[in-house]
């Protein structure tokens, strides 16, 4: 399994911006396809954007879609998340994760992810 550690959550105001970073290490970053979910107090992960390995194919929940961005950098191992316009309902823990190895495209269901991160907190102020 892959070992992942993500950055750069915080505290923002409403219509701010923020990103997130998840630097993977322990196999080949390139290797498989990517994904942010986020779990906010009492409610279940959700999926929130997805990234293929190659980084050519991203796919967004819809309650984020134009909002935010997924990216990744396989020459620095790194996975990021641009979040724009944030609102107070973004509030959550959000967690990288990653598909087996050779497994190219997202998905949008937890149980399609065999690696996590810890997870960062994000906090929308109104």
């Known amino acids: 399994q892959a070992q992942l550690v993500e950055s750069g959550g915080g505290l923002v105001q409403a219509g701010g911006s923020l990103r997130l970073s998840c630097a993977a290490s322990?196999?080949?970053?390139?290797?498989?396809?990517m994904g942010w979910f986020r779990q906010a107090p009492g409610k279940e992960r959700e999926f929130v954007a997805g990234?293929?390995?190659?980084?050519?194919?991203?796919n967004y929940a819809d309650s984020v879609k134009g909002r935010f961005t997924v990216s990744r950098d396989n020459a620095k191992n790194t996975l990021y998340l641009q979040m724009n316009s944030l609102k107070p309902e973004d509030t959550a823990v959000y967690y990288c994760?990653?598909?087996?190895?050779?497994?190219?495209?997202?998905?949008?269901?937890?149980?399609?992810?065999?690696?996590w991160g810890q997870g960062t907190q994000v906090t929308v102020s109104s």
């Open positions: 994760a990653a598909r087996s190895v050779g497994v190219q495209y997202p998905t949008t269901a937890r149980y399609g992810y065999n690696s």
């Open positions: 990234i293929s390995y190659s980084g050519g194919s991203t």
């Open positions: 322990g196999r080949p970053f390139s290797s498989s396809a």
